[in-house]
């Protein structure tokens, strides 16, 4: 076996036993690992009648035939599960050094079901598992717990929850190596509803590798790009995502105050300049990663990993603070606790406007720095307000009367670009399979940074064959597993020729667009199953119908409506949304229900 | 005349934030600026022509067009190669 372990290893927690299985190399070959392996596992494993909480919802955790090998960025993982935040399936991957140990204990997936009767962890040695008591532990921090379990990078894992997903936050999210995050759609709720506290991997197999010469050679000319590259070189490692704060907000498509404006006077006390004139320490990076994206960042309450741009973003122009400390000590409380920063401070700024306007009794309002730190605490042990934020900013709004003041799509809290500001922006957010995403496929490059080249970020026509192409190709990335930003120095063509280098199956850079196509139709007939229709393909009202009045973006809402028709027809679905027989068969997911292909049956 | 303000690295290579810079064209204000700032030169030029992924924005648009005519008032944004999600 090359690339892939071809093993599957599956826990229940009811039972607490364990078996393993051969992965179907079919399966593997058409969704490669990664996302698609773990959307295509989910299809098979949790239908419509699976509540999200129930010990019938299943976490997958998946490698890609590349982890672990050495290639750039070959550190990251996938899990997969049917979201408690908005129903619908959901993804999140992680980078750090957790995937690229499991990946050496000799399994490309693994399936956590039913429920322990009390707390555990799981400790797994190569293919000895071993279940502990983790009532001990039940409560204790991210942080602490992490170094408590023996964390080592290189040599021993630890991923876990943290407070947030013991009390099954919707937001809660999974942690690993102390300060990465699988955040979004709130998987550490999952997790904790299993009552699983942590789950701990040393491994000492390699992935074979079937081509050494060929693979040593691209991994070469890889390395040799990503320093040619500027952004790869220079922008990733010497800044960080934070420095999009003051080009998002110079365009005005920085959404502010709960999307109220487009453009944040605060900008520039948030930046990216200004954490490298004062909090950052250093920059750091993943296993196997040469680009170094990561901050390190002090404070005097404070010292970790972050802020990224988005988080900085929820903390700071959403809620309308512009305290760059308070915000650090935010997103590291966040990690502590076990939290998503995206929702958790859209959702914060989504409280503060129903405080503002008198819908809710409280005193939370815009720019209260000094209530961050209390409302994700509160979040995370479900205390006073916290209790009603930590259900996401949907619930909240919806229970005070007002669902239209929570900026999500699909009941997930959307990240920091203004749709109003990024036509295509927009049409991404609607259409991703679960819900406001910005990492389904990123329009700003093409709408702002000029990456590969600029275009019209106002024009409507047209647009939705881009937001395809960039939703398919990231659904690709996502399934290898390697982090997108190699992306930015390697071309997709690379990707396959590595692929066949590790695993000796030829995919061309055309294979892999359509493994991501085919993970992106899966994903959808996912939703349609659970009862997803075109109406959540959608936007709040305010970035419909509200129009900035003053900045770059004064007068434009979204253009959703024509941008939708065009983009069902070029997906080749009904104008209802849904993927066609015709396309169900273009790219081999007629026979999805063929019951000799069901995982019980290779099992 | 046209104000000129600068991001990321570029503050630290000109030593400045922003400045007001003549020109009429963006094409005119880059070289202006890169005549009283030569340190910025290799970083946003290469032959003339403005180096790939270095952001322009006029009046908070992006642009690629340094034939774009500017009027007194305008506002220019310089940005290096930024990336990220």
Redesign the interface.
Known sequence: MNGWNGRILEIDLTTQTHKSYPLDMEMAKQFIGGRGLGVRLLWDMVGPEVDPLSPENVLIFTNGPLTATGYQTSNRFSVSTKSPLTGTVLDANSGGYWGMQFKKTGFDVLIVRGKAQKPIWIEIKNSEITFHDASELWGMRVFELTEKLGQDNNKRNVLCIGPAGENLSRLAAIMNDRERAMARGGPGAVMGSKNLKAIVVEGTERPEIMDQERFKFLLYETRKLLAAS???S???P???????M??MN???ALATRNHQQTQFEGAEAIS??TLSETYLVKNAACWACPIG?TRISKTEKVEGEGPE??SAWAFGAQCGIDDLAAIIEANSLCNDLGLDTISAGSTIACAMELSEKGYLDSDLRFGQADALARCVEDMAYRRDLGAELTEGSLRLATKYGHPELSMTAKGMEMPAYDPRGLQGQGLLYATSNRGGC??RG?MI?L?????PK?ID?FQVQGKSSFVILNQNSNAAIDSLVVC??TN?GVADEYFARILGAVTGVQYDTGDLVKTGERVWNLERLYNNREGFTSKDDSLPPRLLTEAPTD??SKGWVSQLEPMLKEYYRSRGWDQNGVPTPKKLAELGLENLVDPSRTLEKIA | MPNVKLFASLRKISGIKEAAIPGTSAGAVLAELVRQYPALAVHLLDDGKIRPHVILTINGHPTDNLDAALAEQDQIAIFPPIAGG
């Open positions: 500027p952004l790869t220079q922008a990733l010497e800044f960080g995502t934070i420095m999009l003051n080009i110079n365009v005005g990216g300049e994206c741009f988005e910005h990492m990123n490059g709408e702002v940074l000029g990456l600029l970020r997108k930003f930015m900045g770059p």
